[in-house]
């Protein structure tokens, strides 16, 4: 269905439009030089913290259906289903319990943390988690931090029950280790000696990744050939903490040859870190451009040193605060549009999968798994945001991102070129709109974008996403869709009272005018046909 030349109608909503004293911002037809390199297929994937995913899974006799519809959404917009890595600082705590008749037998001590348990066993039906999605591929995190004896009997032990559960397709990679640049820091407890070394830490990956091999080899032996047998590392908390990730990968972190993909995590900052607002921090491209700079020079580095070819570089853990995030800020549509951006911006600088961080009663987290007492049920804002990714990054491992530069540090744009040829561009206004905050007779304002088309498109179709406000925590659509749980479950639920159907004519400069409310994004689908 094609409308008529919509823009009046978009003016006349809002405000008039804050128009950009910039002459059009010119897009390429073909790929740029300046854009990133090609994606990994499902670029937007997840990391569950090794406690919480029996919540996010469920178990055979209780799969967890809610959360497979909202993966099942992203493939679908996607083409490829997220990718699962299961891990976090409680794969680093978790002891195995044969005669455990449940999952997870996990205490928390408060003066450790409050969001997840210290102190954790896992029985075998721990693993039954792996079978209740279909099409998925996960990661494994065994269990590096617990040395000694009862930490090699767990690794020992749950080789076998990992790789009968992962068998015949579901495994990606294993991990062996959540961010051990902080085990001698840790705060939730030092589990290593000031004076262990990088090479300390490369000796005992090395020696316990070799004893990983040798029970795949008499488990499940068709997982510990060469092609299949495969690792995330080193999955470090960052770039600055006690071990350094280059002086790790000169020590030869990847003497087995086995290392798939160079994984580093990331936060924007702390949840009680003094002074973080949306607009300052989140709703921010140059925290977001500061951010994502210092991770792809260091993919940088590593590569201009030969020590990481072929070995692609991915966000394996990731999210907006760290300390499982802040109320108010990272589970508001502000963190879902901060999503957008520093996803897109990852994907344009040298990020090829990028794996958000999710856990049971988490601020930051897309979704809340099962009902607790202190969060409802349900799909979270930040899931709308990383629907717009999936959108952006369709395609299958020929998707390339590229930034189109703007001059304020409150709104950012970029195009995708599939197999090299434009296919969409984004536009996201990170202006905050308080709606609470704001008088309620003002039309909402926004902002008006011009982009010069390569000639031969004369058409955009327009989806938005879209809320009340940056501060919302409901009513959040994406295309007019909503995913809430209360509706069907999560599947996509078309709303009466969002525009859809939208799409913007180029006028006869091949120029397109695209308003854009403050909070909020737009992606732009270039028509093919006209
Ligand atoms: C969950 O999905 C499975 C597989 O489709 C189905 O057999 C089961 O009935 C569903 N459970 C619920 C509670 O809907
Ligand atoms: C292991 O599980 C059994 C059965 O629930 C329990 O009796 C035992 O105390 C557990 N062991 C540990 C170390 O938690
Ligand atoms: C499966 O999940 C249900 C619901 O959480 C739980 O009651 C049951 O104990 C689980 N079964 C096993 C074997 O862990
Ligand atoms: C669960 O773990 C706690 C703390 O280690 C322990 O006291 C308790 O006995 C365990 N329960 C079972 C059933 O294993
Ligand atoms: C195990 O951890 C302890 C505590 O930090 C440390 O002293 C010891 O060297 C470690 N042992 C091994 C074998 O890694
Ligand atoms: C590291 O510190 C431990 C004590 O925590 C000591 O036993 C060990 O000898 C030290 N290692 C080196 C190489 O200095
Ligand atoms: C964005 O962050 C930068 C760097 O911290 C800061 O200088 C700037 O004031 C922030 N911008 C806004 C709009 O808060
Ligand atoms: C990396 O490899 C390239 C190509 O083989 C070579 O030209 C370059 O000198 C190497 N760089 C380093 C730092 O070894
Ligand atoms: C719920 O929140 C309260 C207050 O912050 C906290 O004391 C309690 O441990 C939380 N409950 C759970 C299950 O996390
Ligand atoms: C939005 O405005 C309300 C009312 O002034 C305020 O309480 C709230 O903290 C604001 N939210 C954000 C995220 O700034
Ligand atoms: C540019 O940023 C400022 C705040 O930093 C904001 O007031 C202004 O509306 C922004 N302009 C546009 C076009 O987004
Ligand atoms: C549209 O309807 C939904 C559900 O009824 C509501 O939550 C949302 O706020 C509405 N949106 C607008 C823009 O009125």
């Not at 406690?51 to 083409?79: E, R």
Request: with cysteine; glycine share 8%; proline share 6%.
């Amino acid at each position: 269905m094609r409308l008529l030349n919509i823009f009046p109608l978009v003016v006349s909503a809002t405000a008039a439009a804050v128009v950009r004293d910039v002459s059009a911002i010119s897009v390429d037809k073909d790929v740029p030089s300046s854009a990133g390199p090609a994606l990994l297929e499902s670029y937007m994937s997840y990391s569950i913290e090794f406690c919480y995913f029996p919540d996010y899974a469920g178990n055979k006799s209780h799969p967890n259906n809610f959360s497979n519809q909202l993966l099942d959404n992203l493939a679908d917009i996607q083409g490829v289903k997220p990718y699962i890595r299961v891990g976090g600082n409680t794969q680093d705590y978790a002891l195995y319990n044969a005669s455990l008749e449940y999952a997870i037998n996990g205490t928390v001590i408060p003066s450790k943390s409050v969001d997840y348990p210290y102190i954790i066993y896992i029985g075998p039906s721990f693993f039954e988690s792996y079978a209740t999605w279909p099409k998925t591929k996960f990661s494994h995190g065994f269990n590096l931090g617990k040395n000694g004896s009862e930490g090699l009997e767990t690794l020992l032990n749950t080789v076998p029950l990992a790789c009968k559960a992962l068998q015949d397709g579901k495994l990606a990679y294993w991990e062996l280790g959540n961010e051990p640049d902080l085990f001698k820091t840790s705060s939730q407890g030092p589990v290593r000696p000031s004076n262990w070394t990088e090479q300390d830490y490369v000796d005992e990956w090395l020696a316990k990744s070799r004893k990983i091999h040798d029970a795949l080899a008499k488990a499940c032996p068709e997982m510990a050939t060469e092609k299949n047998y495969q690792y995330l590392a080193p999955s470090f908390a960052g770039l600055t903490n006690s071990l350094d990730p280059v002086a790790t990968w000169k020590d030869d972190l990847n003497t087995d040859k086995n290392i798939a993909l160079n994984s580093v995590h990331n936060y924007i900052g702390g949840a009680t870190q003094p002074g973080i607002t949306l607009q300052g921090t989140l709703m921010n491209h140059t925290v977001t451009v500061t951010k994502v700079k210092s991770l792809s020079n260091l993919s940088q580095v590593l590569a201009a040193d030969n020590l990481t070819t072929n070995i692609p570089f991915i966000l394996g853990e990731h999210n907006s605060l760290y300390n499982e995030g802040a109320p108010g800020l990272s589970n508001a549509f502000g963190a879902a549009i901060w999503g957008v951006d520093f996803n897109l911006y990852a994907a344009s600088q040298g990020v090829r999968r990028q794996h958000m961080h999710q856990g049971s009663d988490y601020r930051y987290a897309s979704w809340q798994p099962v009902e607790t007492e202190n969060t409802t049920l349900g799909t979270k804002p930040p899931y709308y945001g990383n629907v717009f990714v999936a959108a952006m990054v369709h395609g299958d491992s020929d998707v390339q991102i590229t930034d189109l530069p703007l001059s304020n540090e409150t709104e950012s744009a970029y195009a995708a070129y599939v197999g090299g040829k434009l296919a969409r561009i984004a536009v996201v206004n990170l202006v905050e709109y308080n709606y609470t905050d704001s008088d309620p007779t003002a039309p909402r304002p926004s902002a008006s974008y011009d982009f010069q088309l390569p000639s031969e498109f004369k058409s955009v179709s327009v989806q938005r996403l879209l809320a009340n406000g940056s501060n919302a925590l409901s009513g959040i659509t994406w295309d007019g869709y909503s995913y809430n749980y209360e509706l069907e479950g999560g599947k996509p639920v078309r709303l009466g009272n969002v525009t859809v159907g939208e799409t913007a004519r180029a006028d006869k400069n091949g120029v397109i005018t695209i308003d854009v409310p403050y909070s909020s994004a737009v992606m732009l689908t270039v028509d093919h046909g006209n």
